[in-house]
């Protein structure tokens, strides 16, 4: 079929006077074309009307694309069982030309932005090898719109404490912000809405406050509004994740801010610089960061328990142990665990990023192995009250509590013994019981008792008595 060029040219050329055979002669075309073209007389290629063969299944290729779930190999193999006569390109091309489980492509956009106008932060699952096993990570990361300056890291789960706590190394990385921090719709800082109408966690609002810059969410579906963020991501799996092994977390952060300063140092061909050297007009535009940048902490209100640890994120850190059972502030920063009893810190451990039901105990948080239980407590009233009646009682006390008793109930009864029976019978039974090692109450009393009703209860010798009473 002769283009609209070609059919143009045939057309001046018959209105200047030329006959069929030259025109064909000079367009190497043949001269039934040329009388075709001068019989149709417009230049436009006129649409071919031929008819489809997949026109006459239209219906059946509706419901079976949505029985198929969009599977057109199935759609089609269920189109040749039904009896229709065409080939898979044959469906393929008519599901094209029709819209049929396809859409047409729209143009992309393109925006411009000026040195320190905004910019966008996104996340982004991946896989990395840490510490010798493949697990699941969380990509955040943070590029200037008008330099392509890019920063990220790496975290096992993203809340807002993570978002907290990557946005100000990125800031601290920048060594500014910009005044608008675009993000999507699905991102931990949005409360309710989208696009224009979203509206930031008043926690989060009033963090970019601090930095002074605002979170701004782009349109539904927009995807083109955050490429300048969302493009990184696949450089990022297949290039920095590429081959490489980490040790733990912190040298995992540590080699992704260092491969960062060589992509950012690295010339870009569609920029005709390297973001570095665009960042040095833009870091002048840019908002500075505060005189004082706070740690970032999550804060966790706790009560020690009675084995003297707190628990934070299912695992346990000790607190030293004359704090059991007094309510704690546990400040839970990126790496560490620091927990404070009112204005007082009180310990600092290591935050555990990776173990579950773990146990991190300071050796100073414990009692000194001489002092057990019974010898941390104070002498209660009944001790004391024992040890004024009776001297003996103090080594007898002891032997109950080597022995694993000697609680309140056993030294109430014990003082009660003492004030019913004779002082006598009393020191002597106590001073055998410690000697032989007996810690039992009821065999002391027994013995009390034996030395009672021989030396108190003596009947004299022909007195008249009831042979069972003397029994």
């Known amino acids: 079929m002769l ?33 075709n073209v001068l019989a149709d007389g417009h230049a436009e290629v006129p649409a071919l009307d031929r008819a489809e063969k997949a026109q006459p299944h239209r219906e059946q290729i509706l419901e079976l694309y949505a029985s198929c779930k969009g599977n057109l190999v199935r759609v089609h193999e269920e189109l040749v ?30 925006y ?15 896989a990395a090898e ?31 404490f993570e978002c907290k706590l990557f946005l100000t190394d990125a800031v601290v990385y920048f060594d500014g912000a910009c005044e608008r921090c675009m993000i999507d719709n699905t991102h931990v800082v949005v409360l309710h809405g989208t696009g224009r109408d979203m509206v930031p966690v008043p926690e989060m609002a009033a963090f970019g406050e601090r930095f002074g810059f605002e979170f701004r969410a782009h349109a539904v579906g927009d995807a083109n509004r955050s490429a300048r963020v969302e493009r990184p991501f696949d450089y990022i799996e297949n290039n920095f994740l590429a081959g490489r092994r980490f040790a733990d977390w912190d040298s995992l952060n540590a080699e992704a801010k260092a491969w960062c300063d060589r992509v950012n140092a690295t010339p870009k061909r569609h920029l ?16 500075r960061l505060p005189i004082f940048v706070p740690a970032v902490y999550a804060l966790h209100q706790r009560i020690v328990d009675t084995e003297g640890y707190v628990n934070v994120r299912r695992n346990r850190y000790s607190v030293p142990w004359q704090l059991i059972g007094r309510q704690m502030e546990v400040r839970e920063t990126r790496d560490a665990i620091e927990i404070y009893n009112g204005p007082r810190q009180v310990a600092v451990h290591r935050r555990q990023h990776d173990c579950l039901d773990a146990r991190v105990t300071a050796p100073e948080h414990r009692p000194p192995r001489s002092e057990g239980l019974f010898a941390r407590r104070s002498v209660g009233v009944e001790e ?11 080594a007898y006390i002891a032997l109950l509590k080597k022995r694993g008793r000697g609680s309140v109930r056993d030294l109430r009864r014990l003082l009660r013994m003492i004030e019913e029976y004779p002082a006598e019978p009393m020191r002597t039974a106590l001073g055998e019981a410690i000697h032989y090692g007996m810690a039992e109450l009821d065999r002391l009393e027994r013995m009390v008792l034996r030395r009672i009703a021989r030396d108190f209860f003596v009947l004299p010798r022909g007195a008249d008595t009831d042979p069972e009473d003397a029994r």
């Open 3 to 35: 283009d609209q060029t070609t059919r143009t040219a045939i057309l001046r050329l018959h209105e200047e006077g030329h006959g069929t055979r030259a025109i064909s002669r000079v367009l190497g075309i043949s001269r039934g074309a040329v009388r």
């Open 81 to 110: 069982e039904l009896g229709a006569e065409l080939s898979y390109q044959a469906l393929t091309a008519f599901c094209r030309r029709h819209g049929i489980g396809s859409e047409p492509k729209l143009p992309a956009g393109q």
């Open 112 to 126: 411009h932005f000026e040195p320190g106008e905004e910019m966008q932060h996104d996340t982004s699952p991946h």
């Open 130 to 160: 840490i510490a010798g096993r493949r697990r699941s990570v969380q990509t955040a990361s943070l590029a200037l719109c008008h330099s392509r300056m890019l920063f990220f890291q790496m975290y096992p789960r993203f809340t807002r």
């Open 272 to 287: 005709h610089a390297s973001p570095r050297e665009l960042f040095a007009a833009e870091r002048a535009r840019m908002r």
């Open 384 to 394: 004391r009250r024992l040890g004024e009646r009776m001297a003996e009682t103090t």
